[in-house]
Each structure stands twice: as C-alpha cells, then as structure tokens.
T-cell receptor, first 110, second 114 residues
Framework: DAKTTQPTSMDCAEGRAANLPCNHS???????VYWYRQIHSQGPQYIIH???NNETNEMASLIITEDRKSSTLILPHATLRDTAVYYC???????????FGTGTRLLVSP | GAVVSQHPSWVICKSGTSVKIECRSL??????MFWYRQFPKQSLMLMAT?????????EQGVEKDKFLINHASLTLSTLTVTSAHPEDSSFYIC??????????FGSGTQLSVL
C-alpha cells in the first residue's frame, strides 16, 4: 500500500471548518483513500473513503486532487468532540488490510 | 454502520498467565478479521489477519506462539496472549470488514500485566 504523509498536529476553533491534508504521491490507480479517526482510548472510527471523485457524507467531505496525489478531509463545522487523531490511509481495492501511519492530532478549542 | 464488539474492555492479569480477548461482528459475517496493538502515543500496528476456518497470517516480528488467534466462526475471532509479561501490556484492537470496502473497529481492550 502507498504511504501517506500528514501534519503531526493541527488546531481548529469550534464551529469553524477543519481542513486536514494528506499527501499520497505514490498512490496507484486502484487504491482508495480512506479516513479514520481515533478518539482517545477508543477504536478507530470510519469517516469516509473515495477513489477519484469528491465524496460527502454526514460526517465529512473528502476532496481528492485530479492527479490523486493528495486529498483533504473537511469537517465543515468542527465541535469539541471532533478532537481526535485523524488517519489518512490508502488501500488496495478489495484488499481489506489497513496500515496506519502516524496521523494528524486535531485539537478543537472553544 | 456495522458493529464490531470487543470484550473485555480492560483486563489486569499476573505475569505468566494467559488472557483471551474476543472480537465479534454483531450484524454481519466476517471471513476475515484483523488484530492490532497500540502503545501509548503511538499508531496502531497490525499484528495479524484472522481467517475463518484457517490459520492466521502474522505480520513480521509478531510471535505466533505468543499471540494465538482462533477464528472459529464467521462472527467470532479470539486473540489469546499466552504467558503474558509486562511488555505485553498494550491496547489491543480488532477489526472486521463488511464487504470489501469498509473496515469497522472494536472499542479495544486495555491489557495490563503486573
């Protein structure tokens, strides 16, 4: 699986949009981009995933660049409960193993 | 979304004893489950892939005789930490996939070996 690069930490004010970047310059054509988050002392929570097109669900939006070498996870209105470590992972289609990097520690403050 | 149940949430044991952790997929069948461990302030490290009805596949550096995995049914995988020692103290997390796209995680088990 391709490796990803994320900033170690980010801050965001409550109510503002949180934009979390991820670089995956060696991604191959059949690899998806997945985002998970882990709140302290809990198992990771699935957020969203995509292949080429931008995706949106009730939790977040995923913007993937046209060359697929980077992506951005957007939390439109961050709350204090969104404070967590966010992991960007690329993974082969149909192959379920997820390999976690170091992630971005997002701190949402009042 | 799909639910993966993990039990127990935490366990304290004496050095030299064995500990079993259960992972269940509650509303779907999972032919494959995954076991991870996580040390404080570190990322999740994949330990092994659990396959229903066959032997588990272990990642490099993970002792298969130390971490016994059994996947006897399509909804249950167990991880047994044998002869546990303090260095085995960690947060253990299982996951299972509903279909080929989404992978869901249990809530984790905090193991403390005294």
């Amino acid at each position: 699986d391709a490796k990803t690069t994320q900033p170690t930490s980010m801050d965001c004010a409550e109510g503002r949009a949180a934009n979390l970047p991820c670089n995956h310059s060696t991604i191959s054509g059949n690899e998806y981009v997945y985002w998970y988050r882990q709140i302290h002392s809990q198992g990771p929570q699935y957020i969203i995933h995509g292949l080429k097109n931008n995706e949106t669900n009730e939790m977040a939006s995923l913007i993937i660049t046209e060359d697929r070498k980077s992506s951005t996870l957007i939390l439109p209105h961050a709350t204090l409960r969104d404070t967590a470590v966010y992991y960007c992972i690329v993974r082969l289609t149909g192959f379920q193993k997820l390999v976690f990097g170091t992630g971005t520690r997002l701190l949402v403050s009042p | 979304g799909a639910v993966v149940s993990q039990h127990p949430s935490w366990v304290i044991c004496k050095s030299g004893t064995s500990v079993k952790i259960e992972c269940r997929s509650l509303d779907f069948q999972a032919t494959t489950m995954f076991w991870y461990r996580q040390f404080p302030k570190q990322s999740l490290m994949l330990m092994a892939t659990s396959n229903e009805g066959s032997k588990a596949t272990y990642e490099q550096g993970v002792e298969k005789d130390k971490f016994l995995i059994n996947h006897a049914s399509l909804t249950l995988s167990t991880l047994t930490v044998t002869s546990a020692h303090p260095e085995d103290s960690s947060f253990y997390i299982c996951s299972a996939g509903e279909g080929v796209e989404k992978l869901f995680f249990g809530s984790g088990t905090q193991l403390s070996v005294l």
